[in-house]
């Protein structure tokens, strides 16, 4: 018997099995009154081919992981997506012992030179989680001109871009679709956890955020799980006005992200991106 607890793994197993309705598996909705508005839990073992006590051991927290040909069967039965089965794969299977921590420090040389080198395109370098660790002037006018350039080279000081979206009002405002962006950063901090999920200073992150925005703490509830590295937002930026912006991120060798936003070509939204830039010169100036 396993005598860890696994509550992310009971509690996310139970949130994804009241998702589904019993005729989206092929199953009838009828037999008697049910008390949960999903699938019941001999309904999930029997999709996913385990018994009932065993798939209940487990949503009960009884039991700490699984193996990945089992999970991967519950995840068939609940009808997860491919981030929420790396999600549960994550959290549903021992961590591997030894894991080295991504470096937190300072930014390597190639890094800095690389982000300098962007010129019309918003780019910056964050941590597994989303300490902006280094950003060029673009990335910085667009989202923070109000904090100091400086910012993201002290690493007790730096801006989280979490913590902002949810605490700071200035760049709440930037987004014309909050609501969606917001969402959309708490399914991403929920995928993240998967990878670390003893990790002490993401969970005061999460902490604080639940403290101190009871939006977040609502959203955090729903556990949904996605990892956002490419779509188009949207801004209302109080120098440029509305910005229209495609975003994508890629992993770095020492474990950071680099996130960048760019316009379409020829468009109005990169002619009012080259404004930001003109204007962050004419302040330098």
Not at 37 to 65: F, W
Request: glycine share 8%.
């Amino acid at each position: 018997m396993d005598q860890i607890m696994n509550a992310d793994l009971g509690s996310y197993l139970r949130q994804m099995r009241e998702r589904v309705r019993p005729e989206q598996a092929g199953l009838r909705p009828g037999g008697g009154v049910r008390r949960v508005p999903g699938l019941r839990r001999e309904e999930v073992a029997t999709l996913a081919g385990v018994s009932q006590t065993y798939y209940t051991r487990l949503e009960q927290s009884h039991t700490a992981h699984a193996s990945p040909q089992v999970l991967l069967s519950i995840a068939r039965a609940l009808e997860l997506n491919s981030d929420e089965q790396d999600y549960l794969l994550k959290i549903g299977s021992p961590e591997q012992p030894g894991r080295s921590k991504p470096r937190d420090g300072q930014l390597a040389a190639p890094t800095r030179m690389l982000l300098e080198s962007f010129d019309s395109v918003a780019a910056a370098v964050l941590n597994y989680r989303c300490d902006i660790v280094g950003w060029n002037p673009v990335f910085h006018a667009l989202f923070a001109p109000h904090l100091d350039l400086g910012l993201v080279d002290d690493p007790d000081r730096r801006p989280n871009i979490i913590k902002m979206n949810f605490l700071d009002e200035r760049v709440r405002s930037l987004y014309a679709d909050w609501r969606t962006e917001s969402e959309a950063n708490v399914a991403y901090l929920r995928f993240i956890t998967g990878s670390h999920r003893h990790d002490p200073e993401l969970a005061g992150l999460i902490g604080e955020l639940t403290i101190n925005s009871s939006e977040f703490g609502s959203l955090w509830c729903r556990q949904d799980v996605a990892n956002c590295v490419e779509g188009t937002k949207l801004f209302d930026h109080p120098v440029v006005g509305e910005l229209e912006l495609m975003y994508q991120s890629a992993q770095l060798p020492d474990g950071n992200i680099l996130k960048f936003y760019h316009a379409e070509p020829d468009s109005p939204h990169e002619v009012s991106l080259r404004l930001l830039k003109v204007d962050l010169e004419s302040a330098g100036g």
